[in-house]
Structure formats: C-alpha cells, structure tokens
C-alpha cells in the first residue's frame, strides 16, 4: 500500500447515513464544498500526525476550491501549520472541475505543486483530455477512470487502457486505475502495464484506525477521523 484517500462521510442522527453522491452535490450547488474540503482536511492532517509511519494521503478539491485563491491559501495555510511534509498530502482534481476557469487552476495547482504537493488527475479518460493541455499542467499521475474496468471481456477495453497508460508513460507521470474489484481486473492491469490500482480488491473505505490494524507491521492507534479509501502500487 503506498497511499489511502480521504473520502467524506455523513452519519445523521436524525435521518442516518446520507450518500456522498448527495451531500457533495448540494454543497457544490450551494457554494459550501469549501467547507467540506478544509474539514477533511484538517482531519486528514490529525490523522498523519496521530500515526507512527504516516500512510500519504490524497484529497479532492472541487472545481469551487480550485478557482478560488482564497481557499487554496486557506490550505497552503493549514498544511504549513501543521508542520507535515507536503509530499504526504496529494490533491486530486478533474479536468471537468478545471472548466470553469482553466488558467486560474492552473495557476492554484501550480502554487500547490511549487510547495511540494503532488497532483493528480482524477476520472482521467472521462473528460476533455489531450495532450497538448495535459503536459501543461503540474500533474504527477493521471487516476483512469473506474469505468473502464466494467466490462473487461470487451477485447476494446484492453486496447483502450493500453493507450491510456501509454499516454501517462509518455508524458512521464504515474498512471493508477481505479475500480480494481477482482483478480480478473487486476490481472488486466497488469497486463497493460500499470503499476499502481485502486479498489476494492484491497480494501473497501474504512476509518484511519481501521486501516491502521489492516497493515502488517503497524501498531499505531489513531483516533477514527476520516475514511480512507486504500491505493495499492
């Protein structure tokens, strides 16, 4: 395992468990997804400080808080208080997030990028991709897209991971697939030259104490702050 991504989760007491498919898109309509992503990220920091051998972790900025100045200082600004070694905190963006205003994310990713963050782009092979614009961007992996591990009997879904990963190779970043659920799956990954996947293969979300006691040779115990989805490499 070579990093865990932080993933929000909301518990009600009043009407139990909401779905993040919900709750994320009523705070990107409503302008309060910046408050969800500096709550992750605090509590993402706590965790790192918490553990004996911190495990990187990666978290998602919305194309709200990827245009913003404000909120990406508000990060920059929390990082650095905590003392922690950029390289343990990945952002992970979409380029549909970048849409909105292209040259001002580029410019946010470039100043997490000048402090040491690493980049990735995530849904990759879903969006607008082309080289041109990708090797412009401060990015350091490229996350393909869970959708094309539906359907790996698909003699078009190898060949088409194959151009993928071929694409990172070529720009010179790390290519990870997502959705990897079976040996099936990560047998095709293999095969078409990856060298890192996500899924549930390896691990379904769970909270940072859980992932502690799920990792041979770690004796850590950390509070339960934050679910964490596992990435395999």
């Given at each position: 395992?070579?990093r865990a991504e932080a993933l929000a989760r909301w518990k009600s007491p009043v009407i139990g468990e909401i779905?993040?498919?919900?709750?994320?898109?009523?705070?990107?309509?409503?302008?309060?997804?910046?408050?969800?992503?500096?709550?992750?990220?605090?509590?993402?920091?706590?965790?790192?400080?918490?553990?004996?051998?911190?495990?990187?972790?990666?978290?998602?900025?919305?194309?709200?808080?990827?245009?913003?100045?404000?909120?990406?200082?508000?990060?920059?600004?929390?990082?650095?208080?905590?003392?922690?070694?950029?390289?343990?905190?990945?952002?992970?963006?979409?380029?549909?997030?970048?849409?909105?205003?292209?040259?001002?994310?580029?410019?946010?990713?470039?100043?997490?990028?000048?402090?040491?963050?690493?980049?990735?782009?995530?849904?990759?092979?879903?969006?607008?991709?082309?080289?041109?614009?990708?090797?412009?961007?401060?990015?350091?992996?490229?996350?393909?897209?869970?959708?094309?591990?539906?359907?790996?009997?698909?003699?078009?879904?190898?060949?088409?991971?194959?151009?993928?990963?071929?694409?990172?190779?070529?720009?010179?970043?790390?290519?990870?697939?997502e959705g990897v659920e079976d040996e099936i799956q990560l047998v095709l990954a293999k095969r078409v030259g990856?060298?890192?996947?996500?899924?549930?293969?390896?691990?379904?979300?769970?909270?940072?104490?859980?992932?502690?006691?799920?990792?041979?040779?770690?004796?850590?115990?950390?509070?339960?702050?934050?679910a964490l989805d596992a990435v395999n490499g």
């Amino acid at each position: 395992m070579v990093r865990a991504e932080a993933l929000a989760r909301w518990k009600s007491p009043v009407i139990g468990e909401i779905m993040p498919t919900r709750f994320i898109e009523v705070a990107e309509e409503s302008g309060l997804i910046a408050n969800i992503t500096l709550a992750v990220l605090k509590q993402a920091i706590a965790a790192l400080k918490s553990w004996k051998d911190p495990i990187p972790l990666s978290i998602n900025l919305s194309g709200h808080d990827l245009i913003s100045d404000q909120i990406i200082s508000q990060i920059i600004a929390q990082v650095q208080a905590s003392e922690l070694d950029p390289a343990l905190l990945e952002f992970e963006v979409t380029e549909t997030a970048m849409m909105a205003d292209t040259h001002k994310a580029s410019s946010n990713m470039l100043r997490l990028a000048a402090l040491g963050h690493p980049l990735a782009l995530d849904d990759f092979g879903t969006g607008y991709s082309n080289f041109s614009y990708l090797r412009t961007l401060p990015i350091s992996k490229l996350k393909v897209d869970r959708s094309f591990m539906k359907d790996v009997s698909d003699p078009m879904t190898e060949k088409i991971l194959h151009s993928l990963v071929g694409m990172a190779r070529t720009l010179g970043v790390d290519c990870l697939l997502e959705g990897v659920e079976d040996e099936i799956q990560l047998v095709l990954a293999k095969r078409v030259g990856t060298h890192m996947v996500q899924g549930y293969l390896f691990g379904i979300p769970m909270t940072d104490g859980e992932l502690l006691t799920s990792l041979a040779g770690q004796d850590a115990v950390a509070e339960d702050v934050v679910a964490l989805d596992a990435v395999n490499g």
